[in-house]
């Protein structure tokens, strides 16, 4: 079992930044791919970005890409989420979830955490 907590969420204005922490706790690895997803009402769950256990592979959807910045710290157990130049669209629920395997589909994941709402004002 592994357990995602994320934080960092909040009210930031169009143009602004914010970095959002997804910590882990369980049987942790740095095997453990870490993927953020973001959901709005009404809509499925979005893929935004994924990272290797190692870090030394990302990817970024294309609507976030130049934006968003993954990045991780295994001696802390810590996935991060650096996030600048917000638009309103980037408002959301931001889940952060963990799987063995590479995968950019929600049901590819394993683990989720309880999510950090984000809101972006125009």
């Known amino acids: 079992q592994v357990q995602l907590v994320e934080s960092g969420g909040g009210l930031v204005q169009a143009g602004g930044s914010l970095r959002l922490s997804c910590a882990a706790s369980g049987r942790t690895g740095s095997y453990f791919y870490i993927g953020w997803f973001r959901q709005t009402p009404g809509k499925e769950r979005e893929f935004v970005v994924r990272?290797?256990?190692?870090?030394?592979?990302?990817y970024y959807a294309d609507s976030v890409k130049g934006r968003f910045t993954i990045s991780r710290d295994n001696a802390k157990n810590t996935v991060y989420l650096q996030m600048n130049s917000l638009k309103p669209e980037d408002t959301a629920i931001y889940y952060c979830?963990?799987?063995?395997?590479?995968?950019?589909?929600?049901?590819?994941?394993?683990?989720w955490g309880q999510g950090t709402q984000v809101t972006v004002s125009s």
């Open positions: 990272i290797s256990g190692s870090g030394g592979s990302t």
């Open positions: 979830a963990a799987t063995r395997y590479r995968s950019t589909s929600e049901s590819g994941y394993d683990y």
